[in-house]
């Protein structure tokens, strides 16, 4: 079973839509999830922002963020996600941003990706935030990436549910 298959399994037990803040992975975790036959039914909205400007005006990522922390940061990508999430009435939010290569940027290695996945519990939202890197080509790091963000949504919930924040 591909990890599209089962994200839209577990999104549909627990009644839950999905948005996304992509970054360099550019839509593709939305479409993933899109060829999944009954998909569409779980996506509720996905954001493709790219520049520092969109991820501010779109998102509400702040500039002292951005300018702190640089791009390519889990605190980047916890914005991204809180901000798709306050625009959305989706359960989940998914987050990305790095570089997929292949050079490396401000000292920051080709590969490098930050994710953050939001989950709205009750009147609150739990962030949890992780940096992973992937090696490859450009389209084999943006792949890994979009599956690395789908196979961490049940495990990430599961620790929302038991009332953890990461």
Known sequence: MSIAVSTIEYLKQYDMTLTTAESCTAGKIITLLSEVEGGGACIESGYVVYSPEAKQRLLGVRAYTIETFNLTSCEVAREMAAGAMRD????????TTGLLGPDDVDGIPAGTICFAW??????????????????????????????????????FHQRALAGEQG
Do not use: D, N, T
């Not at 959305?88 to 987050?95: C, F, I, K, L």
């Not at 389209?139 to 961490?152: D, I």
């Open 118 to 155: 939001a989950y709205r519990m009750g009147q609150g939202v739990s962030i949890f935030s992780r940096k992973e890197r992937f090696l490859g080509s450009r389209e084999q790091v943006q792949l890994y990436a979009a599956e690395h963000a789908l196979k961490r949504l049940a495990h």
């Open 88 to 95: 959305s009435p989706a359960g989940v939010a998914v987050a």
